[in-house]
């Protein structure tokens, strides 16, 4: 019988264990699309890859069942996730960009594993960046492909990124404002309520989220 173990939570783990749930969710999602026996297929395989990462983060002592936790069996398995969200239908019920989230955070995960075994960079500020990055590609998508509200959004959105950058990096002494938890939380909001969620193409609606988890990790002083 398995027991729960009190293993150190690190920033890799964190963002593998969010895309376990998204993977979970996933695999759960594509059951409701039973229409096409490879969408079957394609569930049973998320909920394999589910719980081999359970085990690998040893949340749960299983006993002799190991798997061993490395950056490169988690990049192999963000990489089969991605290929299967490359070339399956998206199931039903779930939105169609995010079938990529999951991927996205594993390799993410795989490579601030990689980064980390070679300098110690703070893993909230490398999560941050990606985040600001997809977020200034949504902000793009709403001038191009949404009306004035969505034009609003993203141009509203696009400042509070830039301002953000510039703090991060201490480019700019802004006096009122630091670096801190609480702009984290405010900006991934914003992004993640007003712009996100307007955003047009294959890989957006993550860049809020991915802020607010940097944010937690911000907290968490990962």
Do not use: H, R
């Not at 759960?28 to 359970?54: D, Q, R, T």
């Not at 590609?137 to 509200?149: A, N, S, V």
């Not at 002494?173 to 955003?199: E, R």
């Amino acid at each position: 019988m398995g027991e729960v173990t009190t293993e150190k939570i690190t920033a890799p783990k964190l963002l593998v264990f969010i895309g376990m749930l998204y993977t979970l969710a996933l695999g759960i999602a594509y059951f409701y699309a039973a229409a096409n026996p490879l969408n079957i297929l394609w569930g049973i395989i998320c909920l394999v890859i589910v719980f081999l990462i359970f085990v690998s983060l040893e949340l749960v002592n299983f006993g002799p069942v190991k798997i061993p936790y490395q950056w490169w069996i988690i990049l192999i398995f963000g990489i089969v996730i991605l290929l299967f969200a490359l070339f399956f239908p998206v199931p039903l019920l779930f939105p169609q960009s995010s079938i990529y989230f999951p991927a996205i955070l594993l390799l993410l995960a795989a490579l601030i594993e990689i980064i980390m075994e070679k300098k110690p960079y703070k893993a909230s500020k490398m999560v941050l960046l990606i985040g600001i990055g997809f977020s200034i590609y949504e902000c793009f998508t709403l001038f191009f492909f949404g009306g004035i509200i969505s034009i609003l959004n993203g141009v509203f959105g696009l400042i509070l990124l830039i301002i953000l950058l510039l703090i991060l990096f201490d480019i700019v002494d802004f006096k009122v404002i630091n670096y801190s938890w609480w702009l984290v939380l405010l900006i991934g909001f914003v992004i993640f309520a007003w712009v996100s969620p307007l955003a047009v193409g294959i890989v957006t609606g993550f860049g809020g989220i991915l802020i607010l988890i940097a944010f937690i990790l911000i907290v968490l002083a990962l």
